[in-house]
């Protein structure tokens, strides 16, 4: 049967996925699925060429028709799309439910380790070491009356965390602050003044009206001048869905945060843990809790006495003792005043084609291959080009679509995800093609899109993911490219690429100016390094501050008290805060990243892969950016190899030892 989502080329058609054929479509793909594994096990099936060899085929034939369809639901959205992709979802949760719970095909698995393990090849031996870690963290092998109060309790926990996010996104649109005077608004950039005095006219009132999104609460924290203003919505901000604040009690989170917690600690007891940070660390590179406890305290014991010396000096700035509120608009002041460094000034330094052919450069020289573009390629829409990926030989390696520019029905920020994974399995085989996106402005008519340095470290940092992707040599999907890579090591490979776009060797690749050709100014080039480590003491605790509760709230729990919230906080404060929030601030009840997002106990993730960043470009730094030996080992140990070794063991086959936390306090300017 012809299936619209599986077309008979390497690539995606676009145009031939129909929104109301798309659930069909995918039912038609899972129920394939369901009768491919029913097969296999009543055949009794358990060697690799016989059972894992024709799942992974199956589960890559999904994953490249699912990747279309979720793709364009990103960037083309509409209606019928959103309705067809939101009708799947739940659809593939369910398959994946089962398939985790399946105690025969998990059985299979078994056999296969039991016979073959020892002998098994290393990679092939981490994909079944990773299918069976899978099940038993799914819980396949629970007695059936656990078994179904672990689906229980995973149905529940996804319930609550939803409502989590229902209470904070409630309680942020209930609260918006009228302002009749103008003189209140002033700091505030144009744009913002702009769109309250439209909130205002829809709302039917005079005046302006200052909602309390993200973007408007980081502006007034940032530019207002007032402090009132500056103090009413860092406390509506900072109450949100809580017991205090402008809406106390209304959406109060607290009861649901207690029963999160609760439900991830049954959870991880069920499945044989014995609490939710030591699950979490299952599918990570950190070894243990001590592990990363150790690891958040050193960083914290270095970065805390930066952060007090930074503090000091803003406050001296000031000319007063600083509140919460205070912090960000004399920080921006101070950092305007002392660096004189705008992003907004470098933009015409940093035309679009010229960046892009830079880091082409920067990706030839590094590892041989050539980017080239491929106009015969489909794509969805007309900003939208795509690239092969050659190697030395010219041999074809693998492509990539390139979707640069904000435009209406496209989701915001950037990212990297994978169109079709490699695999090269019985008969089976595929290159690696990639989606990068970013949302930078468009084209003005003749004139190029210009950056800001921040968008080109954004452009480097998503090709990082992507070489991770495209240049993996490992044939079997599910530890190709960025696949089975651990949580806290798959920023390695992007923020490892951000590292290029400061350097001295890079920046002349990347840069000239848009009318003049130019190069950047040294004096400017000086002024925007200094800005790279502009309060990074107070950056880094504060990031401590959130990693060291995430993890010590999960690991600490204990089933017969109320969770220790507020104290957790509290002692973390006092470990490692500079500023001192009001006794009124209730930041956890509005903490997504853990308590409905995917940061649970891995919070410590963003710290932990900028370790490993660091450390790995430091290598570099020592032998020449360029360095061939080193870009081929980089290469060899850690882009081709994906998910299909151990992490720690990459990274020490790399740096020739474990990971050291100097390289990355040398880089923020905090090494001793
Ligand atoms: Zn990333």
Not at 155 to 173: C, G, H, K, S
Not at 297 to 307: C, D, K, N, T, Y
Not at 430 to 437: G, S
Not at 546 to 563: G, Q, V
Request: hydrophobic content about 40%.
């Amino acid at each position: 049967m012809i299936n619209q989502l599986l077309p008979d080329g390497p690539l995606p058609s676009f145009s031939s996925i129909e929104p109301a054929q798309v659930e069909s479509a995918l039912r038609q793909l899972l129920d394939q699925n369901r009768a491919g594994i029913a097969a296999l096990l009543s055949s009794g099936a358990d060697g690799w060429d016989t059972l894992v060899v024709p799942i992974e085929q199956m589960h890559h034939r999904l994953a490249r028709a699912w990747s279309p369809v979720s793709h364009l639901n990103g960037v083309m959205n509409n209606e019928e799309l959103r309705a067809a992709y939101n009708a799947c979802l739940p659809l593939l949760t369910a398959y994946h439910t089962e398939l985790g719970q399946n105690a025969e095909l998990c059985a299979a698995y078994q056999r296969l380790a039991d016979r073959e393990g020892t002998t098994l090849p290393p990679e092939r031996l981490k994909v079944v070491e990773n299918a069976l870690r899978d099940f038993r963290l799914a819980g396949v092998s629970l007695p059936p009356e656990r078994k179904q109060r672990f689906r229980e309790v995973m149905e529940r926990l996804a319930t609550v965390q939803a409502r989590f996010d229902e209470n904070v996104l409630d309680a942020t649109n209930a609260w918006s602050r009228p302002v009749a005077d103008e003189s209140e608004l002033a700091g505030l950039p144009a744009h913002v003044v702009h769109r309250a005095r439209e909130a205002a006219v829809a709302a039917e009132q005079e005046g302006w009206l200052l909602a309390l999104d993200a973007p408007t609460y980081q502006a007034v924290l940032t530019h207002a001048s007032s402090e009132t203003l500056r103090r009413e919505f860092y406390e509506a901000w900072v109450t949100r869905a809580s017991d205090r604040g402008p809406h106390a009690g209304k959406w109060d989170n607290g009861p649901l945060m207690a029963e999160i917690l609760a439900l991830r600690h049954e959870a991880a007891r069920l499945v044989g843990f014995g609490n939710f940070a030591e699950y979490s660390l299952a599918t990570k590179m950190a070894r243990d809790p001590a592990e990363v406890l150790d690891f958040l305290q050193r960083l914290a014991r270095v970065s805390r006495a930066a952060a007090g010396r930074e503090f000091a000096e803003l406050e001296q700035y000031a000319g007063r003792s600083l509140s919460a509120w205070d912090v960000a608009h004399f920080s921006e002041r101070m950092r305007h005043e002392r660096l004189q460094v705008s992003e907004e000034a470098l933009r015409p330094y940093f035309p679009l084609p010229r960046v892009l052919a830079g880091l082409f450069t920067v990706i030839h020289r590094l590892y041989g291959v050539r980017i080239v573009a491929n106009p015969s390629v489909e794509v969805y829409h007309p900003d939208v080009r795509f690239f092969d990926v050659l190697d030395r030989d010219d041999t074809l390696r693998g492509g990539f679509f390139l979707d640069l520019h904000a435009r209406p029905k496209k989701r915001g920020g950037a990212w990297m995800d994978e169109c079709v994974g490699r695999i090269r399995l019985g008969g089976n085989s595929a290159l690696p093609v990639a989606y990068l996106v970013c949302n930078f402005s468009p084209p003005a008519g003749e004139r190029p899109s210009q950056l800001t340095h921040y968008e080109v470290l954004t452009l480097f940092h998503e090709f990082g993911h992507g070489l991770h992707h495209l240049l993996t040599r490992v044939d079997t999907p599910s530890v190709a490219g960025i696949n089975g890579v651990p949580w806290d090591a798959v920023e390695l490979p992007s923020q490892f690429m951000e590292n290029f776009a400061w350097r001295d060797e890079v920046l002349p690749l990347i840069s000239a100016h848009v009318d003049t050709n130019d190069a950047l100014p040294h004096e400017l080039l000086e002024r925007l390094l200094a800005s790279r480590t502009f309060q990074a003491g107070m950056q880094t605790v504060r990031q401590l501050e959130f990693a060291l509760f995430d993890f010590r709230l999960h690991a600490e729990y204990r089933p017969d008290r109320p969770p220790r919230i507020a104290e957790t906080l509290a002692e973390v404060r006092d470990m490692v805060a500079v500023v001192r929030p009001p006794e009124f601030n209730r930041f956890p009840y509005s903490f997504q990243h853990i308590f409905s997002g995917g940061y649970a106990a891995g919070y410590y993730s963003y710290k932990w892969a900028e370790v490993l960043s660091a450390d790995a470009f430091g290598a570099f730094e020592e032998q020449g950016v360029f360095d061939q030996g080193t870009a081929r080992r980089f290469l060899g140990s850690i882009l081709e190899r994906g998910g299909s070794r151990d992490a720690m063991e990459a990274f020490v086959e790399f740096r020739g030892r474990k990971p050291d936390i100097e390289p990355l306090l040398r880089q923020m300017g905090l090494a001793a």
